[in-house]
Structures are given as C-alpha cells and as structure tokens.
C-alpha cells in the first residue's frame, strides 16, 4: 500500500468513526443535569473561540484545571496531553532550564542557538525563541493550549510540530492578590505572591514574584555536589491602559534568575574501545596499559578508577564525576501589545516585544574522573519582534491579516576540554556569533457557507535569514582556525498553506478535515573541533529547512446533555529534509539526511457522571519512523531507516478522577488521582539503547485539597510518583566516535508536598 493511499484510508475511517459518533450524539437523553463540562476558550486561530468550535487539535488547560491537578511547569504538561514530550536537561547545554519538546514526533533535541526548536513556545502572543528557558514554573498562568500539528500559517516557523500558548493573568478591577507557599521532598521550598493594583478606572496592574528552591537529587561521589537541584526566582508586572472603549494598551515584564550546581546527567555507558577512553586510561595508570593506550585493544573491564570502563558506573542517582559543573540562567523581556478597535468589524492590533537570555552550562560528559570530554557553554544573547495584525469579523467573513518582523544575535562561547592521542589535552574553543532575522506576511480567512459549513484558508510566505560568524581553534595553536573567520549567511525562503473544512449538524458534534504545512529554519553547524577541508564545509557546515505536511481528520462532541466530552483526530505527517544528528570525530552535527512518515491519533475525553465529579483522560498513538536517509560523506552515523523518531513513545495515556465536596458548614474539599502511562523511549534517532527508556512507564500522582467557607483559603497536599518509578527523562550518545561517552538523567523519582494558598 502506498503512502497516499495510506493517508486517505486513515482519513476516511476516522470520518467514518466520527459519523457513527454523530448517529450517537443525536440519539443522546436530553434530560437537564446540574452536571456538565465546562467552557474552554482557545486562540487557536488567533482569535477567541469555543475550544469545541474550533477545528485544531488542541489540548487546553485554564489556570484553575492546572491548580487542581498540580501541574507545576511547563515538563509537567506532558503527563496530561497525548502525544506531547516535554523534557529539561538537554544533555548538550548542560542546563537545567533547556527543553527538549516534541509534538507528533516532531522537535529538537539541540538546545542551543544554532538549532531553532521545532516547537513554538508563546507567553501572551510573544515567540520564545530558543529552546534554553523553556523549561519554566507555572506561577500566574491563566491557561495553556498545546496545539498540535504544523501551525506555520499563523504562528510561522519553528512550528513545525506545533506549539504551546501560555496566557498571564490580567490585573484585577480591585485591590488584593494571593499568596502561595509550598514544602515537600528534598527542602523544596516554592513561594508566590501576586498583587493586583488598580491605579484608577482605566489604569490597573499586577505584580509577581516567585521563588523556588530543592536540593538536587543526584550526589557527586568525589565532590560532594547535589545536580539538579533549583534555585531560581523570578518577578514580573503587568500594566493594562484601557482609556477608551475601543482602545488598549498591555505592557508586560519578567525577570528571572537561576544559578544551580548542574544537570542531574550520570553514567550511561562506555566504549572501552574508543580512543579518548584509552588515552585517558593510560594516563590515569589504568592496571595493564603500561603507560601505553596503544597496548591493548580496549579498556580492561575491572573495576578500577583509574580505567575507563562500564565499571564507571554509579547507579542513577550517584555521578563519578569531578570537572566542576553550573547551570546558571538569566532572562528576562518585555512587550507591549497595543489594540484598536475601528469599528464593529475590524481590530488592529500591535505586538513588540525584546528579550536578553543569558545561560551557561558546564558538564562532565564522560561523567567520570578521568578527562575524557567536558564542554563549557557560555551563551548571550537578545532577540526582538515586532507583529502587526489585522481581524475582521463579519457575519459570514473572519479573517486576520498580518506582517511579522523579527530577528536575534547571540554570542556562544565553548569550551571543549578532550583527551586526545596528541601530546597533552586538547582545548577547543567554539566562540559563534549568531545574527539571524527573518520576515513574514501571512493571512487567514475563515467563511461560513451555512450553520453546518465552514471553509478556512490561508497562507504565509516567509524569508529566513541565518548568520554565523565562527572564531574557532585549539588553544595550543590559536592561529590555525577550524575554518576561515568570517560571515556565513544564506536565506531560506517557504510558504506554508492552511485548508480546513468545518461541518457542525448540530450543537453537540463537530467534525473537520485540514491539511496543513510548516517549516523549521536551517543553519549552520557551528561545533567543530578540528580544522575542515572545503569538501567538508561543503558536506555539512550548513544545514537546510525542513518541513513537514499534514493530512488530519477530526471531530468534537459533547455528549449526554453536556456531561460528555470526545475529542479526536487522526492524522498522517510527511516529515522531509528531516535534520538528524551525526557526528564528524566527536562533535555533532545537524544535517537533512532523511525522511520520516508519521501517523497516529489523539483521543480526549471528560465524563461528569454527577455534581462533584470529573473523569478525565486521553491516548495517543504514534508510529513515527525514518523512511530514508542520504549518506553524507565523512560522517558517522548508527541511523537506519525504520529508527523510531526521538522522544516519540507509540502510546502515551493519561486518566485523571477528581472529586469535589461542598458541606454544609460551607467547608470545601477535592482529591485527585492521576495515572499517566507512556511506553517505551528513545532519545535520539540512533536509538541507542544504553540511554533510552527501554521499559513502559506508569505514574501514579495523588492530590488533596480543602477550601474554607469563605473560599480565600486552601491547603493542599499531593504524593507525586507513588510507586517511585525510577526511569530515564532524557540521555545522549556518542558510543560511536571517539570520545565513547553516554550519560543519562532520571526522574526525581517519589516526591510529597504540602502548600497554603491565601487570597486576599
């Protein structure tokens, strides 16, 4: 069977499943009930709509569905969405707040500048641009929608998977706030506190602060460290000026600061036979070497320090480690969004935002105490936008028009510390400046035929520029530069088209069909570690675009007089010019070297069976597989077609029951039990075994909460991973070159907290 034929036999039986769900609805008891699910609004389409009209698939959450089910941060998401991955400690940055996030299969797992992610993270409309600083707390969050599937007409690139919209809280009309406070495993110590200033009747604000601090939950044997441990705070303010009916203005800023001991990355595995892990054997004094890495073929398999061996490893909560390590985090931004309303039809709205992120991360990636490979990222960077936007609204006729101006420039420094076979250690220094920027017009119309049709169409034409100036070389010969000192650019041009068609029968069923596309920007590699001949920049120093496509069927349906909710949709994705790591000696690169097919579905649902009840839950399914490489010369590879896609598990699962009590002293109560289920990971596209969740996975999370009679008070408790599940969050591999290193990360494993809530 065909790949086209495929598409349209997954597309026509999900059509054929959602008609059948029609026959249901429309057959449903039209009894009243006190019980029914509530009302979500999404912005999807970038404009307010009815999450059960809106024909994307979407997973969203209001600020009060997480509070209740204790999600905390942004890598907490996933336990709740089918088909999301969300992981922190990219092992590449070595920092705590760089994210690792994949939608359908679709993601990044370079966090760093050079490599744009493949998911879209935005905080009230404004576009977070790299991946480090994805990883955050939810402290005053209104809502999140995780959006699935290309979304490049409306959000553009780097959306390829699709992307996450968090919204802030807007000021109060009155005076007060809430405060937070929360304790539990490991010191954790979380604080909150949120004021709402109102300045006069057309000038109100908020103010946030927040603290997190947690011991790290994984010892360095040698020095005594604790890795992954928090210690960030952050403070932002919101001010909103509405001196007209028809007129706004928001002006919202953050700061945020992390300084923390390091990722919690452990030994994964060892190549004994791998160059560097010689050498460093040899020079150690490693039982039989002689002094010589050359004498034996491999690293003796005994259990000895000095030898660089699987006997290296310590379990998963112990690292043998000793570079010393930091994972330090500055950011912060702010935006202005300006709307005007010109008359009942037409809004004009305005977004301008500017951000500095500075972070570093040092790692020990040998994760031993011999120095076979340690990198030291140092990246600085700021980064603007500036988005004009035109929406109509009609009878029939919705539409937005708009024009997106953006761009960034980073200075990355690294440090690569090896232990290569020439005389003394080699210290490589990688200093980048990146300078990218990019345009864009877009357009998006939406017309509805009759109460039961709607057509949307749209587009965005896009030109992307990447710039790379690199400084790099070994500082025993610093004037032998890797490759010639000078600006590297080139511009990347797309257009990615929308089509959705929309058919409501009635108030309880929706169903669609849509065909979507979108783009991830190129680049250029930017980590080598030796000098390269022209063939070789010619091979791989620049990377190109890819792009994915998607085919998607869907319905919405609410159910048994509002107290039932399905949603789901099938899809089909073609994945190409799909950019895959390799490596070229040590040092990986991203290079277009394959295409990927992914297919699979969503399932959600909500069931109020009585007043004080809630079910929720969803499955996603998943086959994502490489489909073709193209062998690139020079640079090794353990891909093969028919590799699972990265952080992409076949089946992924989550099933919450919350139940509410209301006495009639006028106290409060709710508990909920939470089991999320994902199947077995890998990390990368070698599927490398060593540092991949090779076993199914099932937490379990427990909450509990109490509310006084006057509703400004709440306790709350919650025993998160009940069974103490140990598994792996996130790892990397480089088994296959010389330095033969693996490391890997774990949960946190069984944690309790207890917290008061007070507003005022």
Not at 726 to 750: C, F, K, M
Request: glycine content about 10%; proline content about 4%; some cysteine.
């Amino acid at each position: 069977m065909t790949r086209f034929h495929k598409k349209w036999l997954l597309c026509g039986a999900a059509l054929v499943g959602g008609l059948s769900v029609t026959s249901m609805a429309a057959a449903q008891d039209e009894s009243a009930s006190s019980a029914s699910t509530d009302v979500i609004t999404v912005t999807a389409r970038r404009r307010e709509e009815n999450l059960q009209d809106t024909p994307v698939s979407v997973t969203a959450f209001t600020g009060d569905m997480l509070e209740e089910a204790q999600i905390f941060s942004t890598d907490d998401i996933d336990q709740v969405t089918p088909n999301l991955q969300f992981a922190n400690n990219a092992p590449l940055a070595g920092n705590n707040a760089s994210s690792q996030i994949f939608i359908r299969g679709i993601g990044q797992t370079d966090p760093t500048a050079t490599v744009d992610p493949g998911v879209g993270i935005y905080i009230d409309d404004v576009y977070m641009g790299q991946s480090v600083g994805g990883t955050m707390d939810f402290r005053d969050i209104a809502g999140v929608q995780v959006l699935r599937g290309p979304q490049g007409t409306l959000f553009g690139r780097n959306t390829i998977g699709g992307a996450i919209v968090l919204t802030t809280r807007e000021p109060g009309d009155e005076f007060g706030g809430n405060v937070r406070v929360r304790t539990g495993t490991d010191n954790l110590i979380d604080v909150f506190a949120g004021v709402d200033v109102p300045f006069s009747d057309t000038l109100t604000s908020r103010f946030t602060y927040g603290a997190r601090r947690q011991d790290g939950y994984v010892t360095r044997a040698y020095t005594g460290e604790d890795l992954g441990d928090t210690n960030n705070w952050l403070a932002t303010a919101r001010f909103v000026w509405e001196p007209t009916s028809n007129f706004s203005a928001r002006l919202s800023m953050d700061y945020s600061r992390a300084d923390e001991n390091g990722s919690p990355l452990v030994f994964a595995a060892s190549n004994e036979s791998a160059t560097f892990q010689r050498v460093a054997s040899a020079d150690a004094g490693c039982p039989g070497f002689g002094g010589n890495w050359l004498a034996l073929p491999s690293v003796p398999l005994i259990d000895d320090p000095r030898c660089a061996n699987d006997f290296q490893a310590a379990g998963e909560f112990v690292n043998n480690g000793t570079y010393d390590l930091t994972s330090q985090l500055l950011n912060y931004g702010a935006s202005l969004v300006l709307e005007y309303d010109v008359n009942d039809n037409i809004v004009l709205k305005s977004i301008t935002a500017v951000r500095t992120l500075n972070w570093r991360g040092i790692r020990d990636a040998d994760n031993t105490p011999l120095t076979i490979l340690h990198t030291n990222y140092d990246s600085r960077g700021d980064e603007y936008s500036q988005e004009f936007q035109m929406l109509y609204e009609g009878d029939r006729l919705n539409g937005v028009v708009g024009a997106y101006f953006g761009g960034d420039e980073t200075n990355d420094q690294v440090l690569v510390q090896l232990n290569t076979p020439a005389p003394g250690e080699q210290l490589d220094s990688d200093n980048v400046i990146v300078d990218d920027s990019t345009w864009a017009v877009f357009t998006q119309w939406t017309y509805d035929f009759n109460e039961a049709f709607q057509l949307t169409f749209g587009g965005r034409y896009t030109e992307d520029t990447k710039g790379s100036i690199p400084d790099q070389f070994n500082y025993n010969n610093p004037s032998a530069k890797y490759l010639p000192v000078q600006l590297y650019e080139t511009t990347f041009t797309d257009f990615s088209p929308s089509v959705t068609l929309r058919y409501r029968p009635n108030e309880q069923a929706m169903f669609y069909a849509s065909y979507s596309q979108g783009f991830k920007g190129g680049g250029w590699n930017s980590h080598f570690n030796r000098p390269q001949s022209q063939a070789e920049l010619d091979a791989f120093h620049a990377f190109d675009q890819e792009t994915a496509e998607t085919i998607e069927v869907g319905f919405k349906l609410d159910l048994a007089d509002n107290t039932v909710r399905l949603n789901g949709a099938i899809f089909t994705t073609d994945y190409t010019d799909l950019q895959i790591t390799y490596r070229a000696g040590v040092a990986p690169y991203i290079t277009n070297a394959g295409q990927a097919g992914v297919d699979g579905f969503e399932l959600e649902g909500t069931w109020v069976p009585a007043p004080g009840w809630e079910i929720t839950g969803g499955i996603g399914y998943l086959d994502a597989k490489i489909e073709q490489l193209d062998p690139i010369a020079g640079l090794a590879t353990g891909v093969a077609v028919g590799n699972a896609l990265p952080y992409t598990p076949e089946w992924q699962g989550n099933i919450g029951i919350a139940r509410d009590w209301d006495f009639d002293n006028g106290w409060g109560a709710s508990a909920r039990a939470g089991i999320s289920y994902q199947s077995e990971t890998f990390f990368d596209a070698n599927n490398t075994v060593e540092i991949a969740q090779t076993d199914a996975v099932t937490l379990v999370n427990l909450t509990f909460a109490i509310d006084n009679p006057d509703g400004d008070l709440r306790f709350f408790a919650g025993l998160n991973n009940v069974t103490d599940e140990v598994y792996p969050i996130a790892g990397n591999s480089s088994l296959g070159t010389g330095s033969g290193y693996a490391e890997i990360a774990y949960d946190r494993g069984r944690t309790w907290y207890v917290g008061l809530e007070r507003d005022f």
